[in-house]
């Protein structure tokens, strides 16, 4: 999968899941990721497929978005993000409290947006730039407890990583609790989709 394909992916269920559309248009999409209509047809095609959604004469409408999730976390590759790893021995609130301006994703996003989380963790991951992190968390050996994933142009224009993301990421770790995370937010991603049916 592209990483173009990916930003559709995310905008897509950004629109669904955070603003509560279902009915988008290619030209919107298009815009909003800055990609061209053919790489976002490219990107929807699967999901059509999958009868994930209905295309229309004006644009398309989704019909199921947890589909669409799941579809893009089973070809999604975490480990290729990654841009630097180090360890702290410090507790992860007081790493997070030493972060310098970041977007977290997996546990601390889930925390950071939800305010009480389904298990205790041992790892920050936040999309940032090596440079940033290193200055304040030098490189050590160990287990690395602070990664750092390459942030992209389309996810530099959020406030805070997008719901979905969110999903995708969690989805991708291997740790014994990411799977109380994914559980959670798959309660949580339920509620909104009930909420919005």
Sequence with gaps: MT??????????????????QNFLSQSSISKRC??????????????????????KPRGFRVLNPKKILLY????????RDVIYQTRAEKPVEEIENEMPPVLFTAYSGFRFRFKKIPSEYSEILVY??????????????????????????????FKQVPIGQLFVDLWNLNTWYADDFVRAMERKIDEIIKEGG
């Design 3 to 20: 990483k173009k394909m990916e930003w559709v992916y995310r905008e897509i269920l950004f629109q669904v899941l955070e603003k509560r």
């Design 34 to 55: 800055s990609v061209s209509i053919g790489n976002v047809n490219k990107a929807l095609k699967p999901l059509e497929a999958m009868n994930c959604i209905e295309k």
């Design 72 to 79: 893009w976390a089973s070809v999604k590759n975490l480990q």
């Design 128 to 157: 940032s730039t090596k440079e940033k992190i290193k200055e304040r968390f030098f490189p050590t050996t160990g287990s690395p407890n602070i990664i750092v994933l390459r942030p992209d142009v389309h996810l530099k224009k």
